[in-house]
């Protein structure tokens, strides 16, 4: 009795992962070049720093490129961020996670997402992702991810209250 | 008196007998080392002795694996690491985790070099530039980043640390290629301390096989000095037992080919013992810790101590006053021998003072069995010799007969200055330090395959930075910071790690604030805070100190007695010579070099051997000289040349160099072959003298030859010396015999 108790259990876990790890198929993989507008509500700024770019994906490779108000270049690979800084990219530190969380999240590694985060359904076109593991449940309190068949917003939710909205379409603006 | 001379036997006996227990009593407590650095002569100054015993890095271990897939290295790892308690793994993740968090509460003290110095030259736009794009990237800022540092220098400092080529992971490193996973931490025991870094890495194989069994496709590299010196200690310890064995195996044949008898082995056996005895309880009563390779060179106790029971056997079986006549040349022998090893007592090497109290203790006892208690168990004619060996040393005897004394000075004499001139000319010495243990090459691979990987880059040489407290030390060190970074661009080094690029000093701090400040009311900056809706923050006070500084790095600030020390790890050096006069220019900065410096010591201590071994031969010959008169004594003398000289010479060829150790067997030759010379010159029957000297210098040639196949190069050194210079002063000593003796009459007895 007590083993197929066990066994249920079990199947119904790996039911509720595969049933979580499905939440993200409504999303096609993001690929090639897009446009991306950014809004960034830091505490202890009275107003949002909003910024314009885009974002060149190819395989295992992110380049995040903003060009307003300010230029700068980051290259994002499942080894870490990268600035471009002193004609060439330079290595930031501590960065690892967040550049694999960058590529997992736009090319729909479900592996990577799975592994670290558990997923819900928050509306009919978001999925909140809730970190489970270190070091990325210390930086960011959840994500969230909407879109209809696309990927079109993705926010993060800092622990220390910063909140990152990024909207990948082209020409779409944030307020 | 007589009665007191009845008793000695008994008193010898009682008094081996304490020994023994003495012994038993003591060996299971004995440390054994095998580690050479301990043993040889201390650094120059007091602080730098004290220096070299706290920084210490001989515990740190590193593990990488390869050769599978990241997935399964990790796994690997977590594996390893569940199961191997007895080291303590570090967790660099962690660690930098909780670097981080302490920046965090400290933020705008820490400011990078490049950010300083835009700072001091007022130089704004740059510092406001940085910020902006670090505020408008998607990685997160530091927790109140904001509000404690606007221009976000701490968060653009800490984003430049980390190493390159290994990413800091939880509980390990992993190659920014994805293809190793490093595991780095410390055990907890002396990795010279034998018997517990046996055990542990007996225990931590066992894991590694496990590992290797499950995932054969898996590939390990090991680096630390605990592999390395187990290994040699077992190998040592091994030798020690193998060569031992086989002397002793070898010598119990050569006996029982001269006597067709297991008498001469009780006998030998009966000599033998009390001087093992003697000479280990000695030793381990005069030193807490005693060093495994002295017990490999004390193998040589059985050659001596079995060559004086020849020596006796042969006398006795002939009759008590033919051992009586005997015993003053045996006497004679030993105070030549123990001269010589005095000379190593007086030396500054704990080694060599090793193996000079075990065999000045082991000979002596051997001396005393011999007078004490042979006569007492071997009846005069109870011995039959071997009929071919006699007639052999008979015939060798009549020919000597024949030979004219003055041929032998006409030919020993240019022959000995001819040696000496080509040793003298051709001789070169290595003082390599490295010579004393010899790692198999599958460890040093593994070592330079962890060190490629980024995990273990230190050189041996690190610089020394000396103030009067901590805080100046810093100071000093980052004042350094300079130099450093023009020697790299020169290329005279790759990289280095210093306390101060993670720990500024107070006063650096202080003076950052300062100019934090005047930053905070230029131009650029104010716009950019107004911008941004920000106010410029207060000054800070709550310096990052060392105390609660929670980073290995801090191990690198090290307290003396007198000063405070900063130490600065090096990578790569490769001009060694032109960084060490850069350095000599800087106050209070030094370069420590415990490779070189011990090479250094060796080297002297080369030269100080050299210099005994002229003292100890003119010595020997003046005790000859006093005994056998002076002819004779000289002729000893161009003997003992010729033969050391020759082994010297062979050695040289044989190894294209000469060692410290060479030089030790040296003397050594001269102690055996004194012996044959103090035979050779007495008034005592010839053909026993070429017996007894033929059967000793057999038995000792079979020892010494043997200890030529040790994996050690110092032991081979020794060996190889040692039994070419007993075999042709063997070959050599009877010719002294034509040389007439003018023994003083002394009775026979002690």
């Known amino acids: ?175 | 008196m007589i009665k007191l001379r009845a008793l000695l036997p008994g008193a010898w006996l009682a008094t081996v007998l304490a020994m023994l227990l003495l012994l038993l009593w003591q060996l299971p407590q004995q440390q054994w080392r095998s580690s050479i650095a301990g043993l040889l002569p201390a650094a120059a100054e007091p602080w730098q002795q004290q220096l070299l015993e706290q920084v210490n890095s001989s515990r740190q271990i590193s593990l990488a694996l390869t050769g599978v897939p990241i997935a399964q290295l990790r796994q690997a790892a977590s594996t390893l690491l569940e199961n191997s308690a007895e080291v303590q793994w570090h967790q660099p993740g962690q660690l930098l985790s909780t670097l981080q968090q302490h920046y965090q509460q400290h933020q705008s003290l820490l400011i990078s070099d490049k950010a300083f110095s835009l700072l001091q030259q007022a130089d704004y736009q740059p510092l406001v530039d940085a910020a902006l794009q670090q505020l408008y990237s998607p990685v997160p800022l530091l927790d109140g980043a904001l509000a404690q540092d606007p221009l976000l220098l701490t968060q653009q400092y800490i984003s430049a640390q980390g190493r390159e080529g290994v990413i800091p992971k939880a509980n390990w490193l992993e190659s920014r290629d994805g293809k190793a996973v490093i595991l780095y931490g410390e055990i907890g025991v002396d990795p010279f301390d034998r018997i517990p870094a046996m055990q542990l890495v007996q225990m931590l194989e066992q894991q590694l096989d496990a590992l290797q069994l499950s995932q054969p496709q898996l590939q390990l590299a090991r680096s630390g000095v605990v592999f390395h010196a187990v290994h040699a200690a077992a190998n040592a310890s091994f030798e020690m037992q193998f060569y031992g064995g086989m002397s002793v195996v070898a010598i119990l044949l050569l006996l029982w080919f001269s006597f067709r008898s297991l008498r001469p082995v009780w006998l030998a056996t009966l000599v033998l013992l009390p001087a093992v005895i003697c000479g280990l309880a000695l030793l381990v009563l005069s030193f807490s810790q005693v060093h495994v390779l002295s017990m490999v060179f004390a193998t040589t106790l059985i050659g001596l101590a079995v060559d004086y029971s020849f020596h006796a056997m042969l006398a006795a079986n002939q009759g008590r006053l033919v051992f009586q006549t005997m015993l003053p040349s045996l006497a004679l022998s030993l105070l030549t021998t123990v001269l010589g090893y005095l000379v190593l007592l007086l030396l500054p090497f704990a080694l060599l003072q090793q193996v000079a109290v075990f065999m000045l203790a082991g000979l002596t006892a051997a001396f005393l069995s011999v007078w004490l208690w042979l006569p007492r168990w071997l009846t005069p004619g109870r011995m039959q010799n071997n009929r071919c060996l006699l007639n052999a040393c008979s015939s060798v005897s009549q020919r000597l007969d024949k030979l004219q004394a003055h041929r032998v000075w006409y030919a020993a004499v240019p022959v000995a200055a001819l040696l000496l001139a080509t040793l003298v000319v051709s001789g070169r010495f290595s003082d390599d330090v490295r010579l004393f243990n010899q790692s198999p090459a599958s460890l040093l691979q593994q070592e330079a395959q962890v060190r490629a990987l980024g995990a273990q880059q230190w050189d041996s040489r690190f610089l020394v930075v000396l103030a009067p407290d901590s805080q100046q030390a810093l100071q000093a060190e980052q004042q350094l910071q300079l130099s450093l970074q023009q020697w790299q661009r020169q290329g005279w080094l790759t990289s280095w790690q210093s306390v101060s690029q993670q720990l500024p000093s107070v006063q650096h701090q202080a003076e950052g604030q300062q100019l934090l400040q005047l930053a905070y009311q230029s131009e650029p900056v104010r716009r950019y805070l107004t911008e941004l809706g920000l106010s410029a923050p207060a000054p800070r006070s709550d310096w990052l100190l060392p105390d609660s500084f929670p980073s290995p790095v801090v191990q690198q600030l090290i307290k003396l007695d007198n000063y405070s020390a900063a130490i600065v790890l090096l990578s790569q050096v490769t001009q060694v010579a032109e960084l060490q006069q850069a350095v000599q220019q800087l106050p209070g900065v030094y370069m420590l070099d415990p490779i070189a410096d011990t090479n250094a010591s060796l080297s002297a201590l080369r030269s100080q051997l050299m210099i005994w071994l002229a003292v100890a031969l003119a010595l020997s010959i003046a005790v000859l000289a006093w005994r056998r008169g002076l002819k004779a004594a000289l002729a000893s003398g161009l003997i003992l040349l010729i033969a050391t000289s020759a082994a010297l010479l062979v050695s040289l060829a044989l190894q294209q160099q000469l060692n410290v150790f060479n030089l030790i067997a040296a003397i050594l030759v001269l102690a055996l072959a004194l012996d044959y010379a103090v035979f050779f010159t007495s008034a005592l029957h010839k053909a026993e003298v070429i017996q007894a000297v033929a059967l000793s210098a057999a038995t000792s040639c079979l020892a010494f030859g043997m200890l030529s196949f040790s994996q050690t190069p110092a032991v081979a050194s020794f060996g190889i010396t040692v039994f070419c210079g007993v075999a042709l002063s063997a070959l050599l000593a009877p010719l002294l015999s034509v040389i007439r003796a003018k023994e003083l009459n002394s009775g026979g007895t002690l």
């Not at chain 1, 939440?23 to 096609?28: K, P, V």
């Not at chain 1, 910024?51 to 995040?64: A, H, M, T, V």
């Not at chain 1, 990927?151 to 909140?163: A, H, K």
């Open chain 1, 1 to 175: 009795m007590k083993r197929l108790l066990g066994l249920a259990l079990l199947l119904l876990s790996a039911r509720c992962a595969a049933a979580d790890i499905s939440l993200l198929q409504r999303f096609a993989p993001v690929e090639g070049h897009i446009q991306f507008s950014q809004r960034k509500q830091l505490q202890g700024l009275p107003v949002a720093l909003q910024s314009r770019g885009y974002i060149e994906l190819k395989q295992d490779e992110l380049l995040w490129h903003t060009t307003s108000p300010v230029d700068s270049q980051l290259k994002i690979t499942a080894a870490g961020v990268s600035q471009w800084q002193e004609q060439q990219y330079q290595a930031v530190a501590g960065s690892e996670f967040v550049g694999q969380l960058m590529l997992a999240v736009l090319q729909q590694q479900q592996s990577f997402i799975a592994e670290y985060f558990s997923l819900s359904e928050t509306s009919a076109d978001c999925v909140q992702l809730q970190p489970s593991q270190a070091p990325l449940n210390s930086l960011f309190d959840r994500i969230e991810l909407c879109g209809k068949q696309q990927l079109q917003q993705i926010s993060l939710f800092e622990l220390n209250g910063n909140q990152t909205d990024i909207l990948l379409q082209q020409g779409t603006e944030l307020d």
